[in-house]
């Protein structure tokens, strides 16, 4: 199994869509095997889901994300956990542990109106 977390010194990111880096970890037998950074080189929204799958990741873990993103990734074989905060590391080993706190309802809608100078804080408006 493969997971990524969206990555931003060291914590989830809670925008899957600026999301500059991935930390993407091997488990085998659900045993962290290995992990490591990677940065996503610009890529942006639309290719993120590509980005994972060619990666071979088979699950996401995230902050706040928009309807089409799941889409994609649910497309791509990627199953999505959204709405988890704190360290990358801890949320693994709690997945793997089967004790992942995270809402499969979260979304992100920011992409319905204007922000000035195309700023953003998923964290001011209607991602939950």
């Known amino acids: 199994m493969k997971i990524a977390v969206t990555h931003e010194?060291?914590?989830?990111?809670?925008?899957f869509g600026h999301t500059e880096s991935?930390?993407?970890?091997?488990?085998?037998?659900?045993?962290?095997?290995?992990?490591?950074?990677?940065?996503?080189?610009?890529?942006?929204h639309g290719a993120l889901a590509g980005f994972l799958k060619d990666l071979g990741v088979d699950t996401l873990i995230c902050g706040g994300i928009g309807g089409g993103?799941?889409?994609?990734?649910?497309?791509?074989?990627?199953?999505?956990y959204p709405g988890v905060t704190g360290a990358c590391d801890k949320a693994v080993l709690d997945f793997v542990m089967g004790k992942l706190n995270y809402d499969p309802d979260t979304l992100c809608s920011h992409h319905d109106h204007?922000?000035?100078?195309?700023?953003?804080?998923?964290?001011?408006h209607s991602c939950h």
Do not use: P, W
């Not at 091997?26 to 890529?43: A, F, P, Q, W, Y």
């Not at 993103?69 to 999505?80: C, E, Q, R, W, Y």
């Not at 204007?114 to 001011?124: A, N, Q, R, T």
């Open 9 to 15: 010194n060291g914590t989830v990111f809670q925008h």
């Open 22 to 44: 991935f930390k993407v970890y091997e488990v085998i037998d659900g045993e962290v095997k290995s992990m490591r950074v990677l940065s996503t080189n610009g890529s942006g």
């Open 69 to 80: 993103a799941k889409t994609a990734l649910s497309d791509a074989g990627i199953t999505v």
């Open 114 to 124: 204007d922000h000035e100078h195309g700023e953003h804080d998923c964290g001011s």
